[in-house]
């Protein structure tokens, strides 16, 4: 049973930053792709960033165009965790934050294309 736990969530004031954890279990880690999304209150759950299986594309990243320049994602295998690290933050990225896995190692930003997804973490930035 695949189970994806986030954590790192929590209050900051804009321009701080944060770092997200997904730690999971259940499978090999390494061979599926990771995202993260976010939903905020009101709004569709939307893509942030990805990131494929290293075995199969050396790790290959996208992002959101809201999140690039300020936000990386980032995988340890032997940890089993996916991590993004938010920078520069802003009060219009406050959501709750959820990690997602696929079942092969490419990179997806539709929520469809993700099979399993954690309890999310919430994200609020301050002005």
């Known amino acids: 049973q695949v189970q994806l736990v986030e954590s790192g969530g929590g209050l900051v004031q804009a321009g701080g930053s944060l770092r997200l954890s997904c730690a999971a279990s259940?499978?090999?880690?390494?061979?599926?792709?990771m995202g993260w999304f976010r939903q905020a209150p009101g709004k569709e759950r939307e893509f942030v960033a990805a990131i494929a299986a290293i075995v199969w594309s050396g790790a290959i990243t996208r992002y959101a165009d809201s999140a690039k320049g300020r936000f990386t994602i980032s995988r340890d295998n032997a940890k089993n965790t996916v991590y993004l690290q938010m920078n520069s933050l802003k009060p219009e990225d406050t959501a709750v934050y959820y990690c997602?896995?696929?079942?092969?190692?490419?990179?997806?930003?539709?929520?469809?294309?993700?099979?399993?997804w954690g309890q999310g973490t919430q994200v609020t930035v301050s002005s």
């Open positions: 997602a896995s696929r079942n092969n190692g490419y990179t997806a930003t539709e929520r469809s294309e993700y099979s399993y």
């Open positions: 259940g499978r090999t880690f390494s061979r599926y792709a």
